[in-house]
């Protein structure tokens, strides 16, 4: 069985969360650990944890299938050292509410360099995650592929590697795929020759041990448009053809995917049984 979710609301408690993975069709999910366009995250109340934990149980939702996403206000590669400090605070705040929760993974964009350089935004990013991971020992960090705009760290795969074997935790340390995002930085994830180089890349550059989600998203934009404008599945330039191809390659079959697409739970739900079609599961 394939293990397939979308990221979910908690709006109202984590407590939600289990419930309505399940009443979308999915066995995996993603959850903000606060409001992502706030600064501030405070832990959740025990009451709210027990129950979140009680529906986890009750649900059969694996630890390795529960996704944190950090908030949206974070820049660990940011060379204003205000921003870097409060970014810094951020993570270890998110990092303490996924250990709370018995979240293990946690995934952050690296972030942009604004112009500074790649060699000062991976460092900065490094030095960010060496001082959170050595306060908060529990959490996984996974690191996201991006589109090349504004700065960002981390639109080739390399980038990733250049962080991860700079850090002092590296076995602490995997990547998360999003395929709208590597199809807008130019890699064919359609095609399956071009999924194979893609995939043994990783292989070669991380081992594939480290590929520990995928964000499963159609793209509004060409291949390489460097957009960034997620699609529901199916609707976008990656389309039911090239998620045949990607889905269904044995590699990417073994990985939870995580659904971001525009819309609510019953869309998400829509999705999943897209998905499933295309699969051709029953």
């Given at each position: 069985m394939v293990k397939i979710g979308a990221h979910m609301p908690i709006g109202g408690g984590f407590k939600r969360v289990p419930k309505e993975t399940v009443g979308i069709g999915g066995n995996t999910f993603q959850i903000f650990p606060h409001n992502p366009r706030q600064w501030k995250a405070n832990l959740p109340k025990k009451d709210d944890v027990k129950k979140f934990n009680d529906g986890i149980k009750k649900y059969g939702i694996s630890q390795d299938s529960m996704l944190c996403h950090s908030g949206y206000l974070i820049n660990l590669a940011s060379p204003k050292h205000e921003t870097w400090e409060k970014s810094l605070k951020l993570l270890i705040s998110e990092m303490q509410i996924c250990t709370t929760l018995g979240i293990k993974y946690l995934n952050i964009h690296p972030g942009s360099h604004l112009g500074e350089g790649l060699e000062i935004g991976?460092?900065?990013?490094?030095?960010?995650?060496?001082?959170?991971?050595?306060?908060?020992?529990?959490?996984?960090?996974?690191?996201?592929?991006?589109?090349?705009?504004?700065?960002?760290?981390?639109?080739?795969?390399?980038?990733?590697?250049?962080?991860?074997d700079k850090a002092r935790y590296?076995?602490?340390?995997?990547?998360?795929?999003?395929?709208?995002?590597?199809?807008?930085?130019?890699?064919?994830?359609?095609?399956?020759?071009?999924?194979?180089?893609?995939?043994?890349?990783?292989?070669?550059?991380?081992?594939l041990k480290k590929l520990l989600f995928v964000h499963l998203n159609d793209s509004k934009n060409e291949l390489g448009s460097n957009k960034d404008?997620?699609?529901?599945?199916?609707?976008?330039?990656?389309?039911?053809?090239?998620?045949?191809?990607?889905?269904n390659h044995e590699i990417i079959k073994k990985i939870p995917w995580i659904l971001e697409t525009p819309g609510d739970n019953d869309v998400h739900a829509q999705d999943i049984k897209e998905v499933l079609k295309i699969l051709e599961v029953e």
């Open positions: 991976v460092g900065n990013i490094v030095k960010a995650l060496d001082i959170a991971m050595e306060q908060e020992k529990s959490t996984f960090i996974l690191l996201e592929n991006v589109t090349k705009k504004g700065g960002n760290i981390g639109y080739e795969l390399e980038h990733l590697k250049n962080i991860i590296p076995e602490r340390i995997g990547i998360t795929i999003d395929t709208c995002h590597a199809w807008d930085a130019g890699y064919n994830i359609t095609d399956p020759i071009e999924l194979d180089k893609f995939l043994n890349k990783i292989d070669k550059l991380f081992s404008r997620h699609e529901n599945i199916g609707k976008g330039r990656i389309g039911i053809n090239g998620f045949k191809v990607f889905l």
